[in-house]
DNA sequence: GCTATATTTAGATAATTAGCTAAATATCTA
DNA sequence: TAGATATTTAGCTAATTATCTAAATATAGC
């Protein structure tokens, strides 16, 4: 929720390289992890701190959990950046 | 100087308030170190893991070392986040 | 050269965290 | 209901890191 939390999440590799999976559309964790040469237990480790910090959402549907990007928290990530570009 | 580092630099809150300090300008390192109840210590560690992530410069002048922002690196970071509101 | 001031470096410690394995939970299908 | 699949949770460990104190380095002025 907060900015601290989300600067963390971001602060991972795996985890900026989840999210960049998630680019081309709604993956499920067994999708994402496939990706990865760690365990399914560590990438739904990695996914929890992405939701935490509202980066992603999650959506239930049978057995399969997907996970999409949230782009709200981007906005305020990239206001903040912006803060230092602007002059005054 | 990599993206890692970048993001490894930023997810800490003390060094996000450095940043924020340096918005209004050049300070020295016991400026800076005014506004945060740590040691100089503390604050220099600080100061050298944002100078090794390129997101602000040192100068040395007589007894005093002044640090201000680099802002070419937070083009780079506002490239990223910009990459995930672009759709395709 | 001596002393005071500014800052960093070194070494230690406590807290955090990324990763693992194993167990738990949930869903589907036979 | 039993077994298979998908995912998470719990508990552990090794590595990282934020912080401190003490010592080191550099500069200025007497």
């Known amino acids: 929720m907060s900015f601290q939390q989300t600067f963390k999440a971001l602060s991972d590799p795996t985890r900026r390289e989840i999210l960049d999976l998630l680019k081309s559309g ?3 964790a067994g999708e994402i992890g496939e990706h990865f040469q ?30 999409e990007l949230n782009l709200t928290v981007f906005e305020e990530i990239l206001s903040w950046i912006q803060s230092f570009q602007k002059e005054g």
């Open 26 to 28: 709604k993956k499920s």
């Open 38 to 67: 760690m365990t399914g237990a560590t990438i739904s480790h990695h996914l929890s701190i992405l939701k935490q910090a509202n980066l992603i959402t999650d959506e239930k549907s049978g057995k399969y959990i997907f996970y």
